[in-house]
């Protein structure tokens, strides 16, 4: 069983960074997808960045261009480096990775291993 901790969240004022970064237990991140998303109460779980092996990104209009997944691979750890952050971006912020696909996918359902998830609140 894969395990993925995610850690780095915490309270920020509009316009600041934060860095999360998300653990796997072991090799999990290697020629596979791996994403970030999130969550905000009363909402769906929506995808905010997307990196497959080869270097191929996905952000939403939501994060793109603030926003940057990155990987590093021999410590099994993913980041997302988040800048400009805004109030809408206040939510529980989750890791995953799929398992046996390096092709990442805008469905939540073909994610196989999430983490537990940090919280982020953005607010002045």
């Known amino acids: 069983q894969v395990e993925l901790s995610e850690s780095g969240g915490g309270s920020v004022q509009p316009g600041g960074s934060l860095r999360l970064s998300c653990v796997a237990s072991?090799?999990?991140?290697?020629?596979?997808?791996m994403g970030w998303f999130r969550q905000a109460p009363g909402k769906e779980r929506e995808e905010v960045a997307s990196?497959?092996?080869?270097?191929?990104?996905y952000y939403p209009d939501s994060t793109k261009g603030r926003f940057t997944i990155s990987a590093d691979y021999p410590k099994n750890t993913l980041y997302l480096q988040m800048n400009n952050l805004k109030p809408e971006d206040t939510a529980m912020y989750f890791c995953?990775?799929?398992?046996?696909?390096?092709?990442?996918?805008?469905?939540?359902?073909?994610?196989?291993?999430w983490g537990q998830g940090t919280q982020v609140t953005v607010s002045a």
């Open positions: 995953a990775a799929r398992r046996d696909y390096a092709i990442c996918s805008r469905s939540l359902g073909a994610y196989d291993y």
């Open positions: 072991k090799e999990t991140y290697s020629n596979k997808c």
């Open positions: 990196l497959e092996r080869i270097g191929r990104t």
